[in-house]
C-alpha cells in the first residue's frame, strides 16, 4: 500500500527522468528538442476512493506530457489609419496612405453622426455608429491597379483619406 510519501517520491523520480531523458544526447539533438518542443508533465489526481492507503482514499499521480510549440506563424502588420469625424470635421494623420496589393489594411473611424464608410476600388463598406470605434479591415487584392483609392463617407460625403497604391 503506497503512502503519500511514496507517491511523492515516485513522482520525483518520475519527474527527474523526463527532464534526464530530455537533457540527453549531442548538443545538436539538444537543441532539436528544444527548438521543436518542451516536455511540459501535468499532474493528475485520481477518482476519490481509488488509492491504497491504509488512512482512507488518496490521490493517484498521473504524468502526462504534452507538447508545448516554440515557433508560431506570423502574423501579417497591418496598415492602420484612424479617423475622427465630429462636427463634419475630419482628423486623420495622413490624408495619403500608402499600400501594396495583398497588404492587410485596418481603418477605425470614431464618429459622432451615423453613415456608411465606403473605400473605392476595393468595394469594401461598413455601417459607422455614432460614439462608437467602427472598424473595417480588408485586404487589398492582389491584381488592383496602382493608383490613387477614395475612402469616403456616403452620407455626409466626406473624404477621409486616399490609398495609395503604387
Known amino acids: 500500500m503506497p503512502s503519500a510519501r ?3 517520491m515516485r513522482l520525483a523520480a518520475a519527474t527527474l527522468a523526463l527532464v534526464v531523458i530530455a537533457g540527453c ?5 539538444a537543441s532539436e ?15 476519490p476512493g481509488t488509492g491504497d492507503d491504509a488512512t482512507g482514499p488518496s490521490p493517484q499521480t498521473v504524468l502526462t506530457p504534452t507538447e508545448t510549440p516554440t515557433t508560431s506563424t506570423p502574423t501579417p ?5 484612424d479617423v475622427t469625424i465630429a462636427g463634419g470635421q475630419v482628423t486623420t494623420p495622413k490624408e495619403r496612405v500608402p499600400v501594396s496589393a495583398g497588404e492587410t489594411v485596418r481603418i477605425t473611424v470614431t464618429t459622432d453622426a451615423a453613415d456608411e464608410l465606403h473605400v473605392h ?7 459607422l455608429q455614432a460614439g462608437a470605434a467602427n472598424v473595417l479591415e480588408f485586404q487589398v487584392p492582389a491584381d488592383l491597379a496602382p493608383g490613387l483609392y477614395e ?8 473624404l477621409l483619406l486616399e490609398l495609395e497604391l503604387s
Open 33 to 47: 528538442i528544444a527548438e521543436s518542443s518542451t516536455a511540459v508533465a501535468s499532474i493528475q489526481p485520481s477518482a
Open 121 to 127: 476600388g476595393v468595394e469594401q463598406t461598413l455601417q
Open 25 to 29: 544526447g549531442d548538443d545538436d539533438g
Open 77 to 81: 502588420t497591418a496598415v492602420v489609419v
Open 151 to 158: 475612402v469616403e463617407t456616403h452620407d455626409s460625403g466626406l
Open 6 to 8: 511514496s507517491t511523492s
